[in-house]
């Protein structure tokens, strides 16, 4: 309480996935514990995300609750924002991409805008029976969670040798709805794997979403080599923290303390993961498998993860 009534400035990212109702009760929050007469309690709001990548996820029987009271489950429906005169800033320079014309076609899947030209642009890169395990760390962004993990369990099964179990370590509090990583983590080698942390140290070896291969074990450190790096990375357990924040009585400032930890090695298996899960991740080299898009902006996420056009392989064809 001693937090949301020091507040100033509230950041929000990924405003895309944030339903109108969720705004609507952060609006209710703020206003019990600032002031009850000013939209947001009189917080200053800055929301960032593209509106055009991922709809906010509404189920059917919330749909048929919020339908009664929303026009739009986007954010932008909130009653609260309704009364404010917020300001747009667009944000127009692009730098996962450099390619003009995989630019081009991304921006008119972006905007809705795909005609028979930007379908052959697209499906170029259409290749029938491709095997991602040809070399250079192909992910496969899928749109369901049991397609990745399909494939993800038959890959390691197929691999020769034994398997290796990775159990995290989790001191005091940390909510399983929290944790950042497998408790279990089952691995072989050979097996293609996605760093889900950054490296924090001075040599930057790897950041969340790099994709490589496990090349052994020894002892605390499994070993780590990347398509496009002529080293290994020597992974060690890394430690994610849960913080409270407090308010500290003198100062007025924010404190954090640290009430629980989670250690495990910053490695999950990766021949596929959902496209959901890819927002906000940059890849070199992905196949896609957009078939059964069932979301607004999924195919347009999927497309966009890939730094280039030469980096992207469709497993089935797009279509109008």
């Known amino acids: 309480v001693n937090i949301i009534k020091s507040l100033d400035l509230l950041i929000i990212d990924e405003i895309s996935m944030v339903r109108a109702d969720t705004l609507d009760a952060i609006d209710s929050a703020l206003r019990r514990y600032k002031n009850r007469y000013q939209p947001f309690g009189g917080v200053q709001l800055l929301m960032i995300g593209d509106l055009q990548q991922l709809a906010p996820v509404v189920k059917d029987e919330d749909r048929e609750i919020l339908s009664k009271y929303y026009d739009s489950y986007f ?8 009364t404010t005169e917020y300001v747009s800033i667009e944000l127009k320079h ?3 991409q450099n390619d003009q014309v995989f630019i081009d076609l991304l921006n008119k899947s972006r905007d809705n805008n795909v005609d028979q030209e930007v379908l052959k642009g697209l499906n170029k890169r259409y290749i ?3 095997d991602p395990d040809s070399g250079g760390g192909y992910i496969t962004l899928t749109t369901h969670n049991y397609q990745a993990q399909q494939i993800n369990d038959s890959k390691l099964e197929k691999l020769p ?3 290796h179990s990775f159990t995290a370590t989790i ?15 089952i691995l072989k080698v050979g097996a293609q794997v996605m760093f889900v942390k950054n490296d924090l140290s001075r ?11 496990v090349k052994s074990f020894e002892d605390d450190i499994i070993v780590v080599k990347c398509p496009d790096d002529d080293f290994n990375i020597r992974v060690e357990m890394v430690e994610w923290q849960n913080v409270k924040y407090t308010i500290n009585d003198e100062t007025k400032e924010i404190e954090e303390e640290v009430i629980g930890t989670f250690t495990q090695y910053p490695l999950k298996l990766a021949w596929a993961i959902t496209i959901h899960k890819s927002q906000g991740l940059t890849f070199e080299r992905a196949v896609i498998d957009a078939c059964a898009a069932f979301a607004h902006g999924q195919v347009y996420v999927a497309l966009s993860r890939c730094r280039s056009l030469s980096g992207l392989v469709l ?6």
């Open 161 to 163: 040798g034994r398997t």
């Open 75 to 82: 954010f932008f429906g909130s009653k609260a924002l309704s």
């Open 94 to 96: 692009i730098y996962r």
């Open 203 to 213: 040599d930057k070896l790897f950041f969340n979403g790099k994709i490589g291969k």
């Open 171 to 185: 001191k005091d509090e940390f909510p399983e709805l929290s944790y950042p990583n497998s408790n279990e983590l």
């Open 128 to 130: 029938p029976d491709f």
């Open 315 to 320: 497993s089935s064809r797009i279509n109008q």
